[in-house]
């Protein structure tokens, strides 16, 4: 398979990584997580890939970068709700340790992508 634009962003992928990952982690969920919840994962987990390509697709990096943040809020958000989920003991935690290691993963290829945007060249995004 063949990647080109934002589909050969490790980020982006990474971020659809994480969106298989919140789905079954939703599939296991105990009864007592509330719906909420698992709509606020599902919709954040989404919304991430999206930003990054729609950003990629701009032609102005400030508002690639508004993206970029708008992806590092809502890693924030699921970075919350999956605290949440662990401590009240709704999720796995086999899952919940896997996200937790992914979404610290996307922080860190948020952050370089910000860096290579706004002039620091040398924090390139590696594969």
Known sequence: MSFRGYQGLSVWNRTVDLVELIYR?????????????????????????????????????????????????????????????????WADDVDVREIHSLLTHLDQLLVCLERYLTGEKSHLEVG
Do not use: C, F, K
């Not at 719906?35 to 930003?51: D, I, K, M, Q, T």
């Not at 729609?54 to 708008?70: D, I, K």
């Open 25 to 89: 982690l939703s599939e296991t969920l105990h009864e007592e997580a509330p719906v909420e919840v698992l709509a606020e994962l599902r919709r954040g987990a989404l919304a991430l890939p999206s930003h990054l390509a729609a950003g990629y697709q701009t032609s102005e990096t400030l508002e690639y970068l508004r993206h970029v943040h708008a992806a590092q809020l809502i890693l924030s958000r699921l970075e919350t709700n999956i605290t949440i989920l662990e401590r009240l003991d």
